[in-house]
Nanobody
Framework: QTQLVESGGGLVQPGGSLRLSCAASGFTFRAYAMSWYRKAPGKERELVAVIRSSGGTTNYADSVKGRFTISRDNIKNTVYLQMNNLKPEDTAVYYC?????????WGQGTQVTVSS
């Protein structure tokens, strides 16, 4: 059974940090590009960061460049999103995605709330 399980979300003050994790199972993790998306109320879903299967190439949305870092562990079948200097506009449900050609898997999401 294919699963992506996110964890690490929560409530944090502006300027704080969180580390999201996404544990994968049921497919060949190392072959898939892994991404983090987010969806805020009233807004379109946004691609936040992507890391290629080898882990050698990453890309980020302009809104998070310099603050967020995506990484992966192909032994633990886990992808991470380190989020620093969080801002209220980062508040959203964060989703993990696995992509290989036309195949996509999604997690259930984890809520991140940035508020004082």
């Amino acid at each position: 059974q294919t699963q992506l399980v996110e964890s690490g979300g929560g409530l944090v003050q502006p300027g704080g940090s969180l580390r999201l994790s996404c544990a994968a199972s049921g497919f060949t993790f190392r072959a898939y590009a892994m991404s983090w998306y987010r969806k805020a109320p009233g807004k379109e879903r946004e691609l936040v960061a992507v890391i290629r299967s080898s882990g050698g190439t990453t890309n980020y949305a302009d809104s998070v460049k310099g603050r967020f870092t995506i990484s992966r562990d192909n032994i633990k079948n886990t992808v991470y999103l380190q989020m620093n200097n969080l801002k209220p506009e980062d508040t959203a449900v964060y989703y993990c995605n696995a992509n290989l050609y036309y195949t996509n898997y999604w997690g259930q999401g984890t809520q991140v709330t940035v508020s004082s």
